[in-house]
């Protein structure tokens, strides 16, 4: 049986006196969350120590960052690596969002590559963004180039490593827009990621993977996305930066 992860993603939000007081609001709410729901927050570099101080001790949540380099170490300007990460203690990595891709070079094969890096690691496993653009759904063409991003960002990756990785289905068109995808839309793309993971490795696996819906997602729209068959969770953006909100959404289904 899949536990369902719901995770914010902060983006570029929230000081440190901002993500402190989320952090004490969220702790006073860990009690209403189900046994079966993991929740993690995505916040900033510069946050993320005041996040692990704070919610540490709270083994229900756990604290990730939204990009990383492949590379440990380098001449690579403004990146931060893999072991700094570690050395902060974070338990989750971002990677592949669609805004990382639109505007900042990353690739299916930079993808891969941190996916590889990040799974050298035993305590920190990935969500890897994957979704199509409005273009591409108008053209119909939707599940083959997700399909196509799974195929690469899954390369030379092992079976026991490919169950580590949780996969996060936004549509472009859904992130930040206020337009959901509808349940079923969510659901059927959802499937064929599982499906696509299956071919690659086996039923086994892929009935391991945890894949999210994200774009969009509210306390108003969770329940149904999340009583969906493979839907196991949310990367929630905009809602995740109050408390209330977040707290709607993980205790929706
Ligand atoms: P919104 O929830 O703000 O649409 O953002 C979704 C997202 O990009 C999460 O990674």
Not at 41 to 55: G, H, K, S, V
Not at 205 to 226: F, H, M, R, T, W
Not at 229 to 242: P, T, Y
Request: proline fraction near 2%; aromatic fraction near 6%.
């Amino acid at each position: 049986m899949r536990r369902l992860l719901i995770a914010g993603n902060w983006k570029m939000h929230k000081n440190k006196a901002e993500a402190s007081a989320f952090a004490q609001e969220l702790k006073g709410k860990i009690s209403q969350l189900s046994e079966n729901v993991d929740i993690a927050i995505c916040a900033p570099f510069t946050q993320l120590d005041t996040l692990i101080e704070a919610l540490g001790d709270e083994k229900r949540v756990l604290i990730g960052a939204q990009n990383a380099h492949y590379e440990d170490a380098g001449a690579f300007t403004g990146e931060i690596s893999i072991p700094m990460l570690k050395e902060v203690g974070v338990d989750l990595l971002i990677i592949g969002h669609s805004e990382r891709r639109q505007y900042f070079g990353e690739t299916d094969e930079t993808v891969n590559l941190k996916l590889k890096r990040i799974l050298k690691e035993e305590d920190i496993n990935p969500i890897l963004c994957v979704g199509e653009s409005l273009e591409i759904r108008e053209s119909g063409e939707e599940n083959s180039f997700v399909e196509s991003q799974i195929v690469a960002a899954f390369k030379d990756i092992s079976a026991e490593d490919a169950k580590r990785i949780t996969v996060a289905y936004e549509p472009i068109w859904a992130i930040g827009t206020g337009k959901t995808a509808s349940s079923q839309q969510a659901q059927d793309m959802c499937k064929v990621i599982r499906q696509k993971i299956s071919d690659l490795y086996s039923d086994a696996v892929s009935d391991e993977v945890i894949i999210q819906y994200g774009g969009s997602v509210k306390p108003a729209n969770a329940k149904e996305l999340l009583s969906m068959e493979d839907i196991d969770g949310a990367l929630v953006g905009g809602a995740s930066l109050k408390v209330e909100d977040f707290v709607g959404i993980c205790t929706a289904k």
